[in-house]
């Protein structure tokens, strides 16, 4: 597995259980389309949250994105639109009702420590 590769699936499981100790119910996991994928769906409270996880190693400089700055920056136009269309085929294959919002969760890994820090942007809005 390249090295972007293992950070990437290493920061969604730190995601995965940072959003478990919050109270938010894990509902699915690398939901993919053709078009796109959604890193984490979960649910908390009533409101369906889906999840975009970007993650970068801080004694290497690697990440799982492809520049070296913010890894939420990644979040490109591109991307977004992929997402969206993502969202909306999860929400009418599994018949979703009421809220949902679109977060980004930054995990910032230190592998010499073993150790991350996570950044949880909440209900980022998408498209214009």
Sequence with gaps: MAKHNEIGRIGEKVAEEYLVSKGHTILSRNYRKPYGEIDLVSRKDECVHFVEVKSVSWETGESAV????????????????????????????????????????AVYLDEKTKTAKVRFLENVVLGS
């Design 66 to 105: 492809s520049e070296r700055h913010r890894p939420e920056e990644n979040v490109h136009p591109q991307k977004i639109k992929r997402l969206l269309r993502t969202i909306e085929s999860y929400i009418l294959e599994r018949n979703v009702v009421g809220d949902w919002q679109f977060d980004v969760i």
